[in-house]
């Protein structure tokens, strides 16, 4: 089973409460990266997503909350190259310099990457984003 296969699981499936609830599951994946169990998910949770995604594959995982910690795991290659279902991609996230954003490569449509990813409208989901935002795959 890939990584994307798993996560597709999760789209239109999981979100952020609202108010001072919390998803269970969202915190569990914050857990994967450090976090205690009583994390918000509220916070930035796309990073931990992946790593939930690769802690149950047991595949590489960078066990950091932040996306940016993903370009030292595995080996890079060319967004012309990215597999679909294999490959994560990492984004910058302006209008922050140092911030991200990742998931699991969905594909390119025209000008635009897709990423099926956690944290994405609030939950998990399939989602364009600029190809100038791209930072590694």
Known sequence: MTGFELASRFVGEIAERPGEAQHPLIQWWLSTCRYGFDAADEVPWCSAFVNGICWELRAPRSKSATARSWLGIGAEVALRDARPGWDVVILTRPPIPLAGHVGWFAGTDGLSIRLLGG???????????????????
């Open 119 to 137: 944290n994405q409208g609030n939950g998990v989901s399939i989602a364009a984003f600029p190809t100038t935002r791209l930072l590694g795959v």
